[in-house]
């Protein structure tokens, strides 16, 4: 196992750091030098002109980390002032004795105040909470946020913005918004996915310089999701390959009126590198829905029984782009919840799953926070505060894989780590992105991947084709502007 890969929570690292202590000899004071050094290591070589540090520090082991950091500052001839946040009589081992270097070095320290003058520092360190805030920040942590953003520099934060929840994501209160963070050990959840992906920044891990072995000893909550980790399922085709061996979806979805979610899908499928696809939409526009895009195959169906001979042909099922919750779509999802098929459920085919709970082990459910909490029966911002545990519950209730989206999707699929995948971008928050996703997990199906790990290179593709296609511009970027990169991204190997 390596840090830089697989994540964890506050639990975990703690282990790992009492492990370091007792198994390996490696002192607590040895990590917050090594912690200090390489904070500032990372610092000079990202800001290289920097001359004067203004560092933050709480009352606790965050604080001991930037103490370090300072007196190393000092000792290369750079201007350091420290202002300190809570009461630093009560700091303990090793962080007061990073505080009592500092002291007999004569660094400027003093404790923070609303109207002090920062003096025009060329970066701001955050060393204030750490990994072990679980509350609203105090008063006096969110004065010091607010001074630092008004200062106008960047930010770098030590192992966590403070206010932001290691284990979850969730701001508790203020955040600083920070250039860059550097985590220690493993990489934690919550600098990955809800608020934290928002003030995280650019997110480097220091390892401490732990032995790999110790890594081995602690599982993982979930693993960052690469594409690279699936690159085998793209690989190059042979020269005698037919379409039949590429798989047909069956896209359904798209009542009357909403004929371009489930046109999105299949286009989405088949620029993944779906050999056929089917989609299965209301009579009164499948005549004309592939009139943009011949190759979709159109039926118009009226009841359940007129998508049997297209069930027949299918390797995967996209149900729910543009279904609507009418009488139409609830009579073709009672139908297709019997099948055995694969099955890839967006949209309002999730709203229906809600109303009607099944479980399935075969399918991919895809909700982004709303439906997930329609399927919850609780609030999107319970769904928010802990979208690992959310998303848990999902796979848990219903069955099969869940891909939980929003910044920092979650895939929870069966027997295997969580998944997250902190690649995309805001621009993606637009009409019919959703409806694309389903159409790449789809595709990928239908070429014989497994579901769950369908789902992962899936969202991995699909938001690498976003930041792709962000980067003419994030706001006004549309979903079929992913399409060229999707066909692209599935052809690296080649």
């Not at 799953?353 to 399935?360: C, E, I, S």
């Amino acid at each position: 196992m390596h840090a830089k890969t697989f994540i964890y929570q506050t639990q975990q690292i703690r282990e790992i750091e009492r492990l370091a202590i007792e198994r390996f000899n490696i002192s607590a004071e040895l990590m917050m030098q090594r912690a200090g050094k390489a904070a500032l290591d990372f610092l000079l070589r990202r800001w290289p002109q920097a001359q004067h540090i203004a560092i933050f520090c709480g009352a606790g082991n965050n604080g001991g980390d930037g103490y370090v950091l300072a007196y190393l500052a000092n000792e290369r001839n750079l201007k350091v002032s420290i202002w300190q946040i809570g009461d630093h009589s009560q700091l303990k081992d090793e962080a007061k004795n990073a505080h009592d270097v500092c002291q007999q070095a004569n660094i400027n320290m003093s404790p923070f105040a609303t109207n002090v003058d920062l003096e025009h520092p060329d970066i701001i360190v955050d060393a204030m909470c750490g990994i072990s805030l679980r509350d609203n920040l105090r008063e006096e942590a969110v004065a010091a946020i607010k001074k630092m953003e008004r200062a106008h520099v960047p930010i770098f934060a030590i192992d966590m913005p403070s206010g932001i929840d290691a284990d979850t994501g969730e701001m508790h209160g203020a955040a600083p918004h920070a250039s860059a963070t550097i985590t220690f050990i493993g990489l934690k959840f919550g600098l990955l996915t809800g608020s934290g992906i928002a003030y995280a920044g650019e997110v480097i891990v220091s390892d401490l310089q732990l032995p790999a072995e110790l890594f081995s000893y602690i599982e993982p909550v979930a693993e960052k999701a690469q594409a690279s980790m699936y690159a085998a399922y793209l690989r190059p085709r042979s020269r005698d390959w037919h379409k039949g061996l590429s798989g047909h979806v069956l896209v359904i979805g798209g009542d009357e009126g909403f004929p371009g979610a489930p046109r999105m899908a299949g286009e989405a499928a088949l620029r993944v590198g779906a050999g056929l696809v089917s989609i299965a939409t209301h009579k009164n526009h499948a005549a004309f829905m592939n009139s943009m895009r011949p190759e979709l195959m159109c039926h118009g169906v009226e009841v359940p029984n007129d998508l049997k001979p297209l069930i027949e042909k299918a390797d995967v099922i996209v149900f729910g782009p543009g279904l609507a919750q009418r009488e139409w779509g609830q009579a073709l999802w009672e139908m297709v919840t019997e099948l055995e098929l694969p099955l890839v459920v967006d949209a309002d085919g999730l709203n229906l799953l809600a109303k009607q709970p099944k479980n399935h082990e075969n399918w991919i459910l895809t909700p982004h926070p709303g439906e997930a909490a329609r399927l919850l029966d609780v609030t999107s911002y319970d769904v928010q505060k802990d979208r690992l545990t959310s998303a848990k519950e999902l796979s848990k209730r219903y069955g099969g894989v869940c891909v939980l989206k929003g910044a920092g999707t979650i895939i929870v699929a069966p027997n295997s780590l969580p998944a997250l995948c902190d690649k995309g971008n805001p621009g993606m928050a637009s009409a019919g992105m959703g409806d694309v996703l389903s159409g790449v997990i789809g595709g990928l199906v239908a070429q014989g991947v497994p579901v769950g790990d369908a789902a992962k290179l899936g969202v991995c593709v699909h938001a690498m084709a976003g930041d792709l296609a962000a980067k003419e511009g994030e706001r006004g970027l549309l979903a079929m502007d992913l399409m060229p990169y999707l066909r692209r991204l599935s052809n690296l190997q080649q």
